[in-house]
Antibody, heavy 119, light 111 residues
């Protein structure tokens, strides 16, 4: 069964960084893009960027450039997102999602990771 | 403010149909056939319903259908069922700078 399993909830202070992992199972991470999407409490969805796990090439949403880094370790079939200089409005559930074989769609999603930024 | 505009809410009785609109611009919805729709139940991850405007992934009931006219895409849910009560989000590719835009979401209530 193909699935994405994310790391657990995090609590961070303003100004800190956070890393969330996303482990693929049932397929090879290298075969499909990984996208990251976040959702603030009670709010809508926001696309952060994507990574080609085969090449490591990334595309980031304009809003997050300079603050976000997406990486991967194909030996353990895991993708990562790192967000730095955290602010209170970064409090959100962060999702990884597998891209489709064509086009810009998210075939299935991880369970989400809640990141809380609070002093 | 979301980049794509959706009505905040929609409703219908069981068995009826509901249509949700998703309005963008000629730079996103109007230019590319990369509109997708997602269903999200409270506390759950989103689920892909429609991609490339009209295509349905395997396992998604044919009660869900998509369309597009100009800068507006639409999702129609026919034969409403209680389990269709959820939030629905549209997305569109918007070129190699903005990349992906989301709508603000529409809460569908089954009366």
């Amino acid at each position: 069964q193909e699935q994405l399993v994310q790391s657990g909830a995090e609590v961070k202070k303003p100004g800190a960084s956070v890393t969330v992992s996303c482990k693929a199972s049932g397929y090879s991470l290298s075969d499909y893009y990984i996208h990251w999407v976040r959702q603030a409490p009670g709010q809508g969805l926001e696309w952060m960027g994507r990574m080609n796990p085969d090449t490591g090439v990334t595309n980031y949403a304009r809003k997050f450039r300079g603050r976000v880094t997406m990486t991967r370790d194909t030996s353990i079939n895991t993708a990562y997102i790192d967000l730095s200089s955290l602010r209170s409005d970064d409090t959100a559930t962060y999702y990884c999602a597998r891209g489709g074989s064509t086009g810009w769609r998210f075939d299935f999603w991880g369970q989400g990771t809640l990141v809380t930024v609070s002093s | 403010q979301s980049a794509l505009t959706q009505p905040p809410s929609a409703s219908g009785s069981p068995g009826q149909s509901v249509t949700i609109s998703c309005t963008g611009t000629s730079s996103d919805v109007g230019r590319y056939n990369y509109v997708s729709w997602y269903q999200q139940h409270p506390g759950k991850a989103p689920k892909l319903l429609i991609y490339e405007v009209i295509k349905r992934p395997s396992g998604v009931p044919d009660r869900f259908s998509g369309s597009k006219s100009g800068n507006t895409a639409s999702l129609t849910v026919s034969g409403l069922q209680a389990e269709d009560e959820a939030n629905y989000y549209c997305t569109s590719f918007a070129g190699n700078d903005n990349y992906v835009l989301f709508g603000g979401g529409t809460k569908v209530t089954v009366l």
